[in-house]
T-cell receptor
Framework: AQSVTQLGSHVSVSEGALVLLRCNYS??????LFWYVQYPNQGLQLLLK??????LVKGINGFEAEFKKSETSFHLTKPSAHMSDAAEYFCAVRSTGGGNKLTFGTGTQLKVEL | ETGVTQSPTHLIKTRGQQVTLRCSSQSGHNTVSWYQQALGQGPQFIFQYYREEENGRGNFPPRFSGLQFPNYSSELNVNALELDDSALYLC????????????????FGPGTRLTVL
């Protein structure tokens, strides 16, 4: 079984400040990890993913995430927040053991203030 | 390249009715997965279709059923609607299921917002 925990359902930052969204996972086999963004009334857009190899993953819009196996974490960061980053962010895990089911966290709503 | 499309965009039904939601997969994709996203929650996996057969199912009752057609488009059917079925229903398409993350990357459609009164 696999699961995802996103700490903080709401995060507020000032424009230009560091963005840090937390994600911890549980998986019985090595996981594939994903971050998706969802703007109001829209579907999910893939920000970045970790499969194998380099543990620091760079995605779109200046976001990056680091896979830390020892901490079972995959936190999402961006050095400088922009107003357009305001959205809901979902961390997801998929087992490498086959199948194609994504298990999502409950999401973190990011608010960016002037 | 055409992305994933879903219809209708919004739908209002009453309790006990039946509903059919439709999804067209991205060009070249042969696998479709359906997710339910209740308000304030993350998406939850309903089921996946590959080669016109169900290929994995989440914790949803049998009144949630689906179809996949030879052109890889898909339908989600929900019978005997309940108030708790109100949600955004997301469809995602991907290449054939397997262990390769590249082949398994899922591309999501904009969703169908279902309201059950």
């Amino acid at each position: 079984a696999q699961s995802v925990t996103q700490l903080g359902s709401h995060v507020s930052v000032s424009e230009g400040a560091l963005v840090l969204l937390r994600c911890n996972y549980s998986s019985s086999v090595p996981p594939y990890l994903f971050w998706y963004v969802q703007y109001p009334n829209q579907g999910l857009q893939l920000l970045l993913k970790y499969t194998t190899g380099a543990t620091l993953v760079k995605g779109i819009n200046g976001f990056e995430a680091e896979f830390k196996k020892s901490e079972t974490s995959f936190h999402l960061t961006k050095p400088s927040a922009h107003m357009s980053d305001a959205a809901e962010y979902f961390c997801a895990v998929r087992s490498t053991g086959g199948g194609n089911k994504l298990t999502f966290g409950t999401g973190t709503q990011l608010k960016v203030e002037l | 390249e055409t992305g994933v499309t879903q219809s209708p965009t919004h739908l209002i039904k009453t309790r006990g009715q039946q509903v059919t939601l439709r999804c067209s997969s991205q060009s070249g994709h042969n696998t479709v997965s359906w997710y339910q996203q209740a308000l304030g929650q993350g998406p939850q996996f309903i089921f996946q279709y590959y080669r016109e057969e169900e290929n994995g199912r989440g914790n949803f009752p049998p009144r949630f059923s689906g179809l996949q057609f030879p052109n890889y488009s898909s339908e989600l059917n929900v019978n005997a609607l309940e108030l708790d079925d109100s949600a955004l229903y997301l469809c995602a398409s991907s290449l054939a299921p397997g262990t390769s993350a590249m082949r398994n990357e899922q591309f999501f459609g904009p969703g169908t917002r279902l309201t059950v009164l």
